[in-house]
């Protein structure tokens, strides 16, 4: 791997790992600018208004997905079974521990805010987010959720990974350097605390011990596997159990 990406531009590598992440996190920012502008949680306002992330995700998927593709050659994933069945367990595991104060949550009978421990890990309703029911029309609701899946399980894992493994551990490891002749997944404590802490950040805060402990997942299976297909593979599964889950408990807060 080291040797056909440093046949590469450094900067056309940089620029293939990290742009597709910073256009699809800016379109977060304008959700939350639009949605100041023009949200409106009323039953009489119109879809667009009652939850503007029903336009501005699908916007975003297609924008960040012709970023993908523009960049594809740049990007090394060394695609393998093994590897990829790896990622599928990791991914079970991980999402397991990112649900499962949620799924203790409603098992326990739990109501309203929690305090103490069961605050700081993640104990809370979860059913106020992005829910496709807001469409009665069979053919919106449809689109809206498979928008929202593809979202999820295609560009999210593609873009976070490539960013978070692919780039950001490199970059940690050497940023004074040539960090693109660091080898994909090289141990290295400072790239595990600090792309594990900004993957943390990254998310609601509700979803810090989640993160951490998926983020730290991710690090293991990225430094044994040396797979960055892997490590995509492994969000991807991590993101498809978890939108069948918020599905079929409603608990749409959780995306």
């Known amino acids: 791997m080291i040797a056909a990406q440093s046949q590469q531009d450094p900067e056309r590598l940089t620029r293939a790992h990290v742009i ?67 990622g599928i367990g990791f991914g079970a595991v991980g999402i397991g521990f990112w649900l499962l104060p949620t799924v203790l949550y409603e098992k326990w009978n739990l109501h309203g805010p929690t305090t103490g421990m069961l605050h700081f890990l993640g104990f809370a309703e979860r059913k106020d987010g992005f829910d496709p029911g807001l469409f009665q029309h069979p053919v919106a609701w449809w689109t809206s959720l498979g928008f929202r899946f593809f979202r999820a399980v295609v560009v999210v ?44 950040v990254a998310h609601a805060p509700v979803d810090y011990a989640g993160a951490f402990i998926y983020g730290s997942l991710t690090y293991l299976l990225c430094v044994w596997s040396k797979s960055l297909g892997a490590c995509v593979i492994m969000h991807a599964t991590a993101n498809l159990l978890m939108g069948l889950y918020i599905m079929s408990s409603g608990n749409y807060g959780l995306w």
Do not use: N
Request: aromatic share 22%.
């Open 20 to 86: 597709p992440f910073v256009v699809f996190m800016s379109f977060m920012l304008v959700l939350q600018l639009v949605g100041g502008i023009i949200g409106w949680k009323h039953p009489d306002a119109p879809w667009w208004r009652q939850d503007p992330a029903q336009f501005i995700y699908p916007i975003q998927t297609l924008v960040t997905l012709a970023l993908l593709a523009y960049h594809w050659r740049s990007i090394t994933f060394d695609w393998s079974l093994k590897w990829a069945l790896a």
């Open 157 to 200: 894992s593609l873009v976070e990974e490539i960013f978070w493994r692919g780039f950001l551990m490199r970059f940690v490891c050497d940023w004074e350097g040539d960090y693109w002749r660091q080898p994909f997944g090289r141990p290295h404590w400072l790239s595990y605390v600090i792309v594990t802490i900004l993957f943390m």
